[in-house]
């Protein structure tokens, strides 16, 4: 595989329920993001991780955790989300890590996530 | 606060009708402003990266420029292949601002 893999691309979940996002990597970069894309609505940064460190946590609510066990590994675990939490979930990665905004992002196909 | 706005929210044009999308933006420092595009069900991916007002970059029939307050992602003679999202993103201080994207549909 190449590029940025995420999965599983659908998703349905219950405000109850507990489920993760996953996202991989192929390209040797250093950071890895998580992005909200919801209709209408431009992009919006969740969190950075540069060389598996968090760098950015864009006060983003507590159920979503996200963890990042190496470069080349990112999940975002879910737990009693609200129906506005529906969205298209897209991560990303850049080559280099540092400041968020320098950085041409490669992204993966995304994860749409629906809250019942 | 940075501001981007991108113009129109949605473009219809037939094959070989050149046009232009806008991006305007306020920010207190540009330190650089990229273009991606989205097809649907998928990610963005990145077009171009425009540092200084007068640079313009160039990719098949995508031609984008900038000046101090927006940039123009001009489209010549385009196909149906380039119907996507083009999205606009402002680099400012350490973050990345997006703007909500025009949608560009060509009709063969």
């Known amino acids: 595989e190449t590029g940025v893999t995420q999965t599983p691309r659908h998703l349905v979940m219950g405000m109850t329920n507990k489920k993760s996002l996953k996202c991989e990597q192929h390209?040797?970069?250093?950071?890895m993001y998580w992005y909200k894309q919801s209709a209408k609505k431009p992009l919006e940064l969740m969190f950075v991780?540069?060389?598996?460190?968090?760098?950015e946590n864009n006060s983003v609510p507590s159920r979503f955790s996200p963890e990042c066990p190496n470069s080349s590994h990112l999940f975002l675990h879910l737990h009693t989300l609200q129906p506005e939490d529906s969205a298209l979930y897209l991560c990303?990665?850049?080559?280099?890590?540092?400041?968020?905004?320098?950085?041409?992002?490669?992204f993966g196909a995304g994860s749409r996530l629906t809250v019942l | 606060e940075d501001q981007v706005t991108q113009s129109p929210e949605a473009l219809r044009l037939q094959e070989g009708e050149s046009s232009s999308l806008n991006c305007s933006y306020t920010?207190?420092?540009?330190?650089?402003l990229f273009w991606y595009r989205q097809d649907p069900g998928k990610g963005p991916e990145f077009l171009f990266t425009?540092?200084?007002a007068g640079e313009e970059k160039e990719k098949e029939r995508l031609k984008a420029t900038l000046t101090k307050k927006e940039s123009f992602l001009h489209i010549t003679a385009p196909k149906p292949e380039d119907s996507a999202t083009y999205l606009c993103?402002?680099?400012?201080?350490?973050?990345?601002?997006f703007g909500e994207g025009t949608q560009l549909t060509v009709n063969p």
């Open positions: 990303a990665s850049s080559q280099q890590g540092g400041a968020s905004g320098a950085n041409v992002l490669t």
């Open positions: 390209l040797g970069h250093n950071a």
């Open positions: 991780y540069n060389f598996k460190e968090q760098t």
């Open positions: 920010v207190s420092g540009l330190r650089g």
């Open positions: 425009l540092y200084s």
């Open positions: 993103a402002v680099h400012s201080g350490s973050r990345l601002t």
